[in-house]
């Protein structure tokens, strides 16, 4: 495959269903399914945003313009390796291997982050070997109107394992892509983290291919930023291969967080796991999550269940939850989907406060309950004692501990 600047635009299909909204120059972009989606590398061939088109109507396009023009100077966020400097190799330029072997962007920030970001860090994880502690690369933003573009790969080569944690803090508007490529038999697990400012605006294409029994566990912590929008895309390319993903969002007043998970089972006897949870408390706070589950007509064996669960705990916060399943062959093991939006379980808190416990330290119990099931799938002790502690601090911060 071809990772030039100048690379054609994918393939449509001219029998699918279109959106007219979404006509850009004459392209037309299927609705029906994530995987006829428009790819190119092109910023031109996407067009500006509306708010009309499928993958964008949920999504504050005003907030998010400054990631709709390509980045001047480029230089809004630093990118630091905490710990694991040593599998960090030379930075690759567009259409330097492994950089696009399999990424296409996938919208507008996608292709500007693509061309803008003209150096891609690179982490490699030798052939065979196992890293015992998880690689962190920390990205600090510089201000609230700086812009900045980035491109990371992470490469796992044959049969090795590795965590690799992605942090984001301080503030910016930054489109970034991360590539992942699991060669056979590799085992390698990616955490992102945003814990951004207030004012910061992120929007982060994540695209994973897992080949032969190989696996990837992908992991999205959302905190912090004003509109943050991380959409992963893990395809199963190889026989035996499996694939988790798993989210966390918290979001408060004012706050913007998204992802759009697209779950692609493209080889035989695949396994796939998705799980996103979300909490929301104060006016305005939303999130936004959108699942799609494509298994292919050769992806005979698979194994596949996706859900999305938001706990509501103030009035004027809203979650959006769309969870879709294709498949495209009757030979599966298993396949299904659910979503779940809800407040505060009036029994679970009648049980808990007949026991003595205060209504205040019930709530918390509960919510605590409710999001624990997905920090504790992330595997690293340090983190989810973090993520627990922000947690507390965002409950806290619940006005008059009221519930919606």
């Known amino acids: 495959m071809t990772t030039s600047t100048t690379a054609p635009v994918a393939a449509q299909d001219e029998h699918a269903h279109v959106d007219p909204a979404a006509q850009v120059a004459g392209v037309t972009v299927p609705v029906q399914t994530r995987s006829e989606r428009l790819r190119s590398y092109e910023p031109a061939d996407f067009g500006v945003p509306t708010g009309r088109e499928v993958n964008w109507k949920h999504a504050p396009v005003a907030r998010l313009k400054p990631l709709f023009e390509a980045a001047a100077a480029n230089d809004g966020v630093t990118a630091e390796v ?15 291997a492994p950089r696009g072997e399999f990424f296409i962007p996938e919208d507008l920030p996608a292709a500007l982050a693509w061309q803008g970001a003209t150096e891609a860090l690179h982490v490699r994880i030798p052939r065979e070997e ?41 503030s910016a508007q930054y489109a970034q892509n991360v590539e992942i490529i699991a060669r056979d038999g590799s085992n390698v ?37 004003g509109v943050v929008r991380v959409n992963p895309n893990l395809e199963l390319a190889g ?41 929301l408390q104060g006016e305005s706070a939303r999130t936004v ?38 498949i495209q062959t009757g030979d599966i093991k298993g396949a299904g989907h659910a979503s779940a939006t809800g ?49 507390e601090k965002e409950l806290a911060a619940t006005p008059d501990g009221a519930a919606a």
């Open 189 to 225: 697990t990616v955490v992102t983290v945003q814990q951004w400012d207030d004012d910061a605006i992120h929007a982060a294409s994540h695209q994973a291919r897992v080949d032969r029994d190989a696996s990837v566990r992908h992991i999205v912590v959302s905190f912090g930023g």
């Open 289 to 326: 999550w959108i699942g799609d589950v494509l298994i292919g007509p050769d992806a005979t064996g698979t194994d596949s269940y996706e859900a999305n669960r938001n706990l509501v705990l103030t009035n004027g916060a809203r979650a959006d939850s769309i969870p879709n399943l294709e």
């Open 130 to 170: 196992e890293v015992a502690e998880p690689i962190v690369v920390q990205f600090t933003g510089l201000g609230a109107d700086r812009r900045a573009d980035g491109h990371i790969v992470i490469e796992a080569l044959e049969h090795s394992k590795a965590t690799v944690v992605l942090r984001h803090a301080g």
């Open 343 to 391: 407040r505060f379980d009036d029994e679970q808190l009648f049980y808990l406060q007949a026991r003595g416990i205060s209504e205040e330290e019930a709530r918390r119990l509960v919510v605590l309950g409710f999001l624990a099931e997905t920090v504790q799938k992330i595997g690293i002790p340090s983190l989810e004692e973090e993520l627990t502690a922000l947690i």
């Open 239 to 279: 026989a035996g291969s499996n694939g988790e993903m798993y989210g966390l969002a918290y979001s408060d007043a004012g706050q913007h967080l998204e992802s759009q998970v697209y779950l692609h089972h493209k080889g035989v006897e695949t396994t796939g796991d998705v799980l996103y949870k979300g909490a």
């Open 82 to 96: 905490v710990s694991g400097a040593q599998y960090v190799g030379a930075p690759l330029a567009a259409g330097q």
